[in-house]
């Protein structure tokens, strides 16, 4: 696990934190950012750095991003609509106006999950209106698999 900070105490309720800590399955990684994926059809090596120090480089093949409280999104403005928070915006929750911003080709609007810009999904925290819960998270994605598929037979 990756964390940019010092640690997870300012981001984290105390009995995540303490799960984490207790598995032996999770390495926690502070001060420490990816840098780099890689893959041709598919992710297969990610690149991180721990604070300045050297590359590394690993086979792997899912990454699972948490953005935190204040969503790291600034690199998406431009390519979805984000709100005032810099959360995504997706479904019902873009207006006629940032569709017609965004250049919305599509005669239907935006799916549940959808952002403005067609067949890109966001779940999870990064998402506008989601109540911040893993197991929302969990099921968001499960539903947006659903919406790839449809969005892929169009």
Not at 34 to 56: C, T
Request: net charge neutral.
């Amino acid at each position: 696990m990756f964390v940019r900070s010092k640690g997870l105490a300012d981001t984290m309720s105390r009995y995540l934190i303490r799960r984490i800590e207790e598995s032996p399955r999770i390495t926690l990684h502070t001060f420490t950012e990816i840098v780099a994926l890689e893959g041709g059809d598919h992710l297969e090596r990610v690149q991180w750095q721990a604070d300045g120090g050297p590359v590394e480089t690993r086979d792997v093949r899912h990454v699972f991003v948490m953005t935190g409280a204040k969503p790291s999104t600034s690199w998406l403005d431009g390519c979805v609509t984000l709100d005032v928070q810099g959360f995504v915006k997706t479904g019902p929750d873009l207006t006629a106006e940032e569709l017609t911003a965004a250049k919305w080709p599509l005669a239907r609007p935006p799916l549940l999950l959808e952002t403005s810009r067609p067949g890109v999904f966001a779940v999870g925290d990064v998402r506008g209106g989601n109540v911040k819960r893993v197991a929302s998270a969990v099921g968001e994605g499960s539903i947006a698999i659903s919406f790839v598929h449809r969005a892929l037979q169009e």
